[in-house]
Each structure stands twice: as structure tokens, then as C-alpha cells.
């Protein structure tokens, strides 16, 4: 390429194939994360409980990607969820787009992006989205023995999205080093 299409010494167009690039990349992580959780027998219930496998993904990416990215992760792993949720359409967008934009401000101005700091946020995402569901859906609504569905559904949801987040987190990671790699 010549001297004069380059800014600052750069290419801008490697730079933008290099952003597609990447949020390809991220998209392709957020889809297989939807249609693992919305296989009815393709991941096994343990106690009742099946893991929410679209919070850890978009919360690891907003990690990655700061506050605006996470915020746009985040509407686009909600909106995939609510694509076949039974719930109000765009009621875990809104609530994605709330967490994940924490989340990437968190990471980009107080702590570090690490597992155990992953963890953190992927518990606190899981409480709010289960809390805020059960409350919107079985208290509010009526829709019948809610504390059973606190204690037998919403809760071992959280326990087994927990166990399987470090596996998410990990993916996550090797994507964005993988991507860092090619810049």
C-alpha cells in the first residue's frame, strides 16, 4: 500500500478488517452460547437446575471489550434469548445491557480481568437477571409458587451456570488473545 492511503504509519483498513474480524468472532461465541442453552437435552439438568450459559459469555466479553462493546454484547446475547424465552420480549436485553456495561466499566476503571474477578461478575450478573426474573414473573405476575421456583429452578440455574462459567470465561479469553494476536 502506498505511503500517502496510511494514517500515522497504519493501515486503516487492517484495522477495520481487524475490527469485523473481531466481533465476528465474538457474534459466532454468543450464538453458540443461545443454541447450547436453548437445546432441550443437549447439556443434562442437575437437581432441576440448567446452566444459563448467555450471561457468562456476554459478560467475559464486555470484560474484554470495555463498556460500549459489553453493552452492545449484551443486547445481542438478551435479544438471542429472548428470541425463545417464554418472558417479555427485550426484558434480558435491557437487563444484559445494564450488566454488561457495569461490567466493562468495572474492568476498565477499578479492577483487573481475571478469573476470580470473572467470577465476581458472572455471580452478580446471575443474581440480578434470576432475582429480577423471579420477581417480574412469579411474584409480581402470580405465576404460582414462587418461592418453589426460587429454590428449586432459579437458584440451582445460578449454582450450575457458576460451575461451568471458568470453562466460558476461558473460551472467551483465547478468543480475545487469539484476536490481540493478529493486530
Same mark, same amino acid.
Given at each position: 500500500?502506498?505511503?500517502?492511503? $496510511?494514517?500515522?504509519?497504519?493501515?486503516?483498513?487492517?484495522?477495520l478488517?481487524?475490527?469485523?474480524? $473481531?466481533?465476528t468472532?465474538?457474534?459466532?461465541? #454468543?450464538? @453458540?452460547?443461545?443454541?447450547?442453552?436453548?437445546?432441550?437435552?443437549?447439556i443434562?439438568?442437575v437437581?432441576?437446575?440448567?446452566?444459563?450459559?448467555?450471561i457468562p459469555?456476554? %459478560?467475559?466479553?464486555?470484560?474484554? %471489550?470495555?463498556?460500549i462493546g459489553?453493552?452492545?454484547?449484551?443486547?445481542?446475547?438478551? @435479544?438471542?434469548?429472548?428470541?425463545y424465552?417464554?418472558?417479555?420480549?427485550?426484558?434480558?436485553? #435491557?437487563l444484559?445491557?445494564? #450488566?454488561?456495561?457495569?461490567?466493562?466499566?468495572? %474492568?476498565?476503571l @477499578?479492577i483487573r480481568n481475571?478469573?476470580?474477578?470473572?467470577l465476581?461478575? %458472572?455471580?452478580?450478573?446471575?443474581?440480578?437477571?434470576?432475582l429480577?426474573?423471579?420477581?417480574?414473573?412469579?411474584?409480581?405476575?402470580?405465576?404460582g409458587?414462587?418461592?418453589?421456583? @426460587?429454590?428449586?429452578?432459579?437458584?440451582?440455574? #445460578?449454582?450450575?451456570?457458576?460451575?461451568?462459567?471458568?470453562?466460558?470465561?476461558?473460551?472467551? &479469553?483465547?478468543?480475545?488473545?487469539?484476536? &490481540? &494476536?493478529?493486530?
Amino acid at each position: 500500500m502506498e505511503e500517502s492511503n $496510511k494514517i500515522d504509519g497504519r493501515d486503516p483498513l487492517r484495522r477495520l478488517s481487524g475490527r469485523y474480524l $473481531k466481533w465476528t468472532a465474538y457474534g459466532i461465541l #454468543i450464538v @453458540l452460547a443461545c443454541l447450547l442453552q436453548g437445546a432441550p437435552r443437549l447439556i443434562p439438568e442437575v437437581l432441576g437446575g440448567r446452566p444459563i450459559l448467555i450471561i457468562p459469555v456476554v %459478560v467475559s466479553i464486555a470484560m474484554f %471489550v470495555g463498556p460500549i462493546g459489553g453493552a452492545a454484547a449484551g443486547i445481542a446475547g438478551g @435479544l438471542l434469548w429472548d428470541l425463545y424465552a417464554d418472558r417479555l420480549f427485550g426484558f434480558n436485553a #435491557i437487563l444484559l445491557l445494564a #450488566i454488561c456495561c457495569a461490567c466493562g466499566l468495572l %474492568v476498565r476503571l @477499578l479492577i483487573r480481568n481475571n478469573l476470580l474477578s470473572a467470577l465476581l461478575m %458472572v455471580t452478580a450478573a446471575l443474581l440480578i437477571q434470576g432475582l429480577f426474573d423471579w420477581f417480574f414473573n412469579y411474584v409480581l405476575l402470580g405465576g404460582g409458587e414462587p418461592l418453589y421456583h @426460587l429454590l428449586h429452578l432459579t437458584l440451582p440455574n #445460578i449454582v450450575y451456570t457458576l460451575v461451568l462459567s471458568p470453562l466460558l470465561y476461558g473460551g472467551v &479469553r483465547f478468543t480475545a488473545r487469539l484476536l &490481540r &494476536r493478529r493486530d
